[in-house]
């Protein structure tokens, strides 16, 4: 019985994340283009919310991602507490496809997306055959979990826990969370509890707080989620627990009067006992968003007030390209976009000093801010690239094409030295993944580039802003320097081999990591010879 159940749980979790992840990769970058998009008030966050869930089947997942964008500075904590809400009803579309009895079809199914990842090379057909064979694994898991769970009807302590949790409703409650902080998926623990309620193994009275403890258990991916994140993606988690753990005092307040509105509903609708718990999480969710619709600026504040200090965050937004600007004053506009690649020059040396503390202290939150950057500077670069394109398409002056030219050819190159620092940080997580060490005086080189390239982007940077030739000057000298640093460092490395003092796996990483601080220099001096030529 236990195999049963356990092999049913497993094959259904695998199932449910592979039909997410085909339509994850189906849907692409879409998915947070839509968040970050359509969220421009909290009724649209439900909305989209919603939308997402049902797209990837997972409310948990939506959370992480919105909680991503709350720490990325996409969206704001009101618009992040509307998705929540939005995600809670989302999921429950998984319980009434569960509550459709297709298990017979569940092998079937499951053929026709292995004939379709199998037998098709084209990653959209793979995608959707994912999607397919996900589906059909759902209903096998659930087929297998309910065969197991059959003879628990003949267990004495079973029946003696059931009874128990009729009789005290907050026992299902404890129940329902517990398991699915363990399960970390509500869909999974609800069409559990919809396996036993169709065996008649357990009452709708004890079904019912069990329902509402799976939806407190939920939360936990989010809290997950926020751990080491900023202190707005922490207050969005704390939003999505207590939203659960109100709406679960406010129905377990009202337990018997739902019930019974719920069994009314079942009878007049005609629905399966599996249906009728779907349509039970349906209307907790949706009853539980409209009560506490209003209260998202309450909830906002009371977070900003239990979750003190001030939110860092890394604003992947645009501040400076305002389209109005385009035909009214082409000039302006330039100048804007010229304000928003500074700040895309500035995000890169941040990036550059992220990725050296991780070298120097390992510490993952050193590289978690570092791809943080780096997923700005890739959105700052095809913002500001349209917004150059746009520009172009109007009239403007020789003197501001010329401006305009060395601005397109300056955002690649910062660009290109957000890639590299990302390249490094992958470099160091190899290191320490397969344990490579580093001697101290591979890590003296490294520290001495690092500075010095950091220094120069710096500059490079300054001489943009500032338009100075003197600084423009002074990072092409610098990156003379950087190039006859490589050199030298690679000879020290080939000693050091040579001498046994340094393993090859060590000498691969200590390579490439100077190969991209060189590459950080040529794009740098790129920027600075810009700037020369402009001024010549």
């Known amino acids: 019985m236990l195999f049963q159940f356990l092999g049913g749980l497993g094959i259904f979790l695998f199932a449910i994340k592979y039909m997410g992840d085909g339509l994850q990769k189906a849907a692409g970058d879409r998915l947070r283009d839509i968040l970050d998009k359509f969220t421009t008030n909290p009724f649209m966050g439900v909305l989209v919310g919603i939308i997402v869930t049902v797209l990837i089947q997972s409310s948990s997942g939506t959370t992480v991602i919105t909680v991503g964008l709350v720490s990325a500075g996409f969206m704001t904590l009101r618009q992040a507490i509307g998705v929540i809400m939005g995600a809670n009803i989302g999921t429950t579309v998984t319980a009434f496809i569960i509550g459709l009895d297709v298990g017979a079809y569940a092998l079937p199914i499951m053929a026709v997306g292995a004939f379709l990842i199998f037998f098709f090379k084209k990653n959209q057909v793979k995608n959707f055959g994912e999607v397919v064979f996900g589906f059909g694994g759902l209903f096998l898991g659930l087929e297998l979990m309910s065969g197991g769970m059959k003879p628990l009807r003949e267990l004495q302590a079973f029946t003696d826990l059931t009874v ?5 409703p907050l026992l299902g409650v404890v129940v329902g969370t517990v398991f699915t902080l363990i399960v970390q998926s509500s869909s999974a623990t609800v069409g559990i509890l919809q396996g036993l309620y169709a065996e008649n193994l357990i009452d709708l009275q004890a079904a019912l707080p069990i329902l509402f403890g799976d939806n407190i258990g939920t939360t ?3 809290v997950l989620a926020s751990i ?24 377990m307040i009202v337990l018997y009067p739902f019930t019974a509105y719920v069994e009314w509903m079942g009878t007049a609708l005609s629905l399966e006992n599996k249906m009728q718990i779907a349509f039970a999480h349906g209307s907790f969710n949706v009853a539980n968003t409209i009560i506490q619709f209003p209260l998202i600026g309450a909830w906002a504040w009371l977070v900003t007030k239990f979750i003190p200090g001030e939110d860092v965050t890394i604003e992947y937004k645009p501040k400076h390209l305002d389209p109005h600007f385009i035909e009214q004053s082409p000039a302006v506009a330039i100048g804007q976009a010229k304000e928003e690649v500074i700040r895309m020059g500035d995000f890169s040396v941040q990036g550059l000093n992220e990725t050296y503390e991780y070298l120097k202290t390992g510490n993952k939150k050193h590289a978690e801010t570092g791809y943080q950057l780096e997923d700005a500077i890739n959105n700052l670069d095809r913002r500001i690239t349209d917004y150059l394109v746009e520009i172009s398409a109007v009239n403007i002056s020789a003197h501001e094409s010329e401006h305009h030219v060395m601005l397109m050819e300056t955002v690649r190159d910062i660009e290109r030295i957000g890639d590299h620092f990302e390249n490094i940080i992958e470099l160091i997580d190899y290191r320490d993944v397969n ?3 580093l001697t101290p005086d591979a890590m003296d080189d490294l520290s001495e580039m690092f500075s010095l390239t950091i220094e120069t982007v710096q500059k490079a ?10 600084l423009a000057r002074a990072v092409a000298q610098q990156e003379d320097a950087i190039d006859k640093m490589e050199r030298k460092f690679r000879k020290n490395h080939i000693l050091r081999l040579n001498e046994g003092s340094c393993s090859a796996q060590a000498g691969m ?3 490439d990591i100077v190969s991209n601080l060189e590459r950080v220099g040529d794009h740098a001096v790129n920027i600075a010879e810009a700037i020369l030529g402009k001024r010549n």
């Open 461 to 470: 940077i300054d001489s943009l802003n500032l338009n100075d030739m003197e």
């Open 164 to 168: 128990s949790m009729s009789d005290q």
């Open 509 to 511: 990483v200590f390579v």
């Open 228 to 251: 080491g994140a900023s202190v707005a993606a922490k207050r969005a988690a704390a939003t999505h627990v207590l939203f659960n753990i109100l709406g679960t005092v406010i129905f």
């Open 220 to 222: 936990i991916t989010a």
């Open 435 to 437: 344990r490579v060490k």
